[in-house]
């Protein structure tokens, strides 16, 4: 085809100017590639496909097994009690077992935690606090201390649940869930609420996504209008004022800029810049805008038609929670692996037996040394010369490193599932009758079936750029103090860089696993094709990215603002239900209920939009595909709407029915 184009370029042109479109020819194929060609034997998300990637599918799971492998070492030789209860120097924890009714560690003497200034034998003694220490049902802070005859007993101080207690935060703590225990109902209701106004937004854009986006630019438009309008006229004010900013100077008073007329104008001047670019581009772009609205029409269709496809997040959900517990649970198993090491501490060698013990003797903590009155069997570390013990460090970069790879493969998976379905909602020959039955878990099924290795491969790339990112910040956090300037800008470019590369690496990914879904290729063609069909229609692209941004955006604000608005009136008492027993005098804190609402109404609207901006995503790429593969003859009818066709003035000329159907 490229040779054939050539050909015919050469032929047809002057010899003159034979080079410059070779040229052009050149570059517009290196950077934006060949249109698609049509295919007679495409009809959709092709069936008949291969595994791809396979070699990434292995080591993805290899690396699964390994994360496992760690996780049964983690839980054979963890022991997270180290981190949920104190222990005594009988090495028992406290709080549970024996020490149930005793939750708290009291020190012999505590004045030695804080007068104790010999470093030397506190790093020795494993920085432990050189003084005996109990289960106690609270600890005291003594002045004078000297003979301890029962744990139990009394002591003039102070108690660490009066500590605790000082800062209420127990006490808070029980109110938070007594609010939540007498208003859970209404709580669910909230978001039930929210979720019913997020599913009839997304259904009803197909009726009132014109009205919205033009709304929407006009009030833009009028905002930039009424600025252009404040300025003059507060320019026109000062303008007979004697005052200007070269009398001002340099100020950290930013009110005194605001009454001199030179603010003024450059805040005129700006804004009507801003205003004439933006209608410029609503003039010479209206065409790609009634695109935009068109794909967001349709997309709403396709959404009216796979309802299951806006429950499909609830999946992803689940699997992102089991990720991050098991990546909790490990790290936490693996932090506390290792048993506790003992050695005997003399307070005084000469008293009895006590000269013959040396001080690398280990102990059991629940043995007497009767024949030793001043011996003490005193924590020193926890034990790290074992193999696992060695290696805790890497395995924990392990856990981190297997943890990123399964939430990126977790979200691709969601994504390319969600693309096979509004797939094949698009390339129907005729909708809704030709849309396949079960479409989502039709592609659900395709995808685990053959791509596994394409979607790890993607998110293997983005994981690689996240760990980097990591690095980065670990580095600036520790050399911050020692950094010159010269140096922090230096790590906050690298920082930028990154960031944008990571961003543009998911938009990269999101494409790629469209087009997996659609023609079953791997990864590496797949994003080369979906980036070059993106390339070609950049300026389409640039549009229908900002149109679908501000409505779901605005999407977004109408349903988190609406619901937390309704649930800031009914918590605070301002609205009563008739008939109702809630009354906000029962609870310690209206806010809280209004945070979990407005929390849980923003994660239910991202869940439905992000499964909307899909359809969107996708459609358009087939929308793309379309145009270049068909050009409305009886051979090659196009499958895009009627309205979308009315639009590019494009018709199909066959008799065909079906083909471009609402």
Not at 69 to 88: F, K
Not at 153 to 181: H, M, T, W, Y
Not at 313 to 327: I, S
Not at 337 to 350: A, E, F, I, Q
């Amino acid at each position: 085809m490229c040779i054939n184009s050539l050909t015919f370029i050469l032929k047809n042109r002057p010899s003159e100017n034979s080079s410059i479109l070779l040229l052009n020819h050149y570059l517009s194929v290196f950077f934006s590639g060949e249109p698609a060609q049509y295919d007679p034997t495409f009809n959709g998300p092709i069936r008949k496909r291969g595994c791809t990637d396979i070699i990434c599918c292995v080591l993805f799971m290899v690396v699964i097994l390994g994360y496992m492998a760690v996780g049964i070492l983690a839980w054979l030789y963890g022991d997270p009690r180290h981190v949920l209860y104190p222990r005594n120097s009988t090495g028992m924890f406290c709080g549970i077992g024996l020490n149930v009714a005793q939750p708290s560690v009291f020190y012999f003497d505590i004045l030695k935690c804080a007068t104790s200034i010999n470093v030397m034998a506190a790093v020795l003694n494993g920085l432990q606090c050189p003084t005996t220490q109990y289960s106690a049902s609270c600890c005291f802070v003594s002045e004078t201390l000297s003979v301890i005859t029962s744990v139990n007993r009394s002591f003039p101080g102070l108690c660490c649940s009066d500590i605790v207690n000082s800062f209420n935060a127990k006490e808070i703590g029980v109110r938070i869930f007594e609010d939540f225990a007498s208003s859970w109902q209404w709580i669910i209701a909230a978001l039930v609420i929210a979720m019913v106004v997020s599913f009839l937004f997304l259904l009803l854009l197909r009726f009132i996504a014109p009205v919205m986006v033009w709304v929407l630019i006009f009030g833009v438009l009028a905002v930039g209008a009424y600025g252009i309008y404040h300025c003059w006229w507060e320019y026109d004010n000062y303008r007979k004022s004697t005052v200007s900013i070269t009398d001002i100077g340099f100020t950290t008073d930013f009110k005194v800029y605001l009454q001199v007329k030179e603010t003024w104008l450059a805040f005129l001047i700006i804004l009507s810049v801003v205003e004439g670019i933006l209608l410029l581009t609503l003039i010479f772009l209206r065409t790609r805008i009634l695109i935009a609205i068109a794909l967001i029409q349709e997309s709403s269709k396709a959404v009216s038609h796979m309802m299951s496809t806006l429950f499909y997040p609830l999946v992803t959900f689940v699997l992102l929670v089991v990720c991050v517990a098991y990546w909790g649970i490990t790290a936490l198993y693996l932090a506390t692996s290792g048993n506790p090491v003992y050695k005997v501490v003399t307070l005084n060698s000469t008293q009895g037996n006590c000269g013959q013990i040396g001080g690398n003797v280990t102990c059991d903590p629940q043995v007497n040394y009767s024949w030793c009155p001043s011996a003490r069997c005193i924590f020193i570390k926890y034990n790290n010369e074992g193999l696992l013990q060695r290696n805790l460090f890497n395995l924990q970069i392990y856990n981190v490193v297997a943890f990123l790879w399964c939430i990126n493969f977790v979200i691709a998976l969601g994504q390319c599932t969600l693309a096979g379905a509004f797939a094949s909602y698009y390339w129907a020959f005729s909708k809704p009758s030709d849309i396949p039955t079960f479409p989502l878990s039709q592609a659900f099924i395709r995808t685990l079936r053959y791509h596994v290795g394409s979607l790890a491969f993607g998110a293997l790339i983005l994981t690689l750029i996240q760990v980097v990112r990591i690095i980065l910040e670990y580095l600036d956090h520790k050399t911050r103090a020692a950094q010159n300037p010269c140096a922090r800008f230096l790590m906050c470019c690298l920082k930028c860089c990154f960031w944008c590369l990571e961003k543009f690496i998911k938009f990269l990914n999101r494409n790629a696993y469209i087009m997996i879904a659609v023609y079953g290729k791997n990864f590496c063609v797949s994003a080369k094709n979906a980036f070059m069909l993106l390339m070609r229609n950049i300026v389409r692209v640039v549009v229908l990215d900002k149109v679908t941004d501000l409505l779901l955006f605005f999407g977004k604000l109408l349903v988190v603002g609406g619901v937390g608005v309704l649930a800031f009136f009914f918590f605070s008492g301002r609205i009563r239900l008739p008939g109702s027993n809630f009354r906000t005098e029962m609870l310690n804190y209206y806010w809280m209920p209004i945070i979990v609402v407005v929390v849980g109404a923003y994660l239910i609207a991202h869940g439905f939009f992000s499964v909307y901006n899909m359809c969107v995503d996708t459609l358009f790429l087939c929308f793309l595909e379309d145009l270049e593969r068909h050009d409305g003859t009886i051979q090659k009818p196009y499958y895009m709407s009627k309205n979308l066709m009315k639009i590019l003035n494009k018709k199909n000329k066959g008799p065909k029915k079906g083909k471009g159907k609402d």
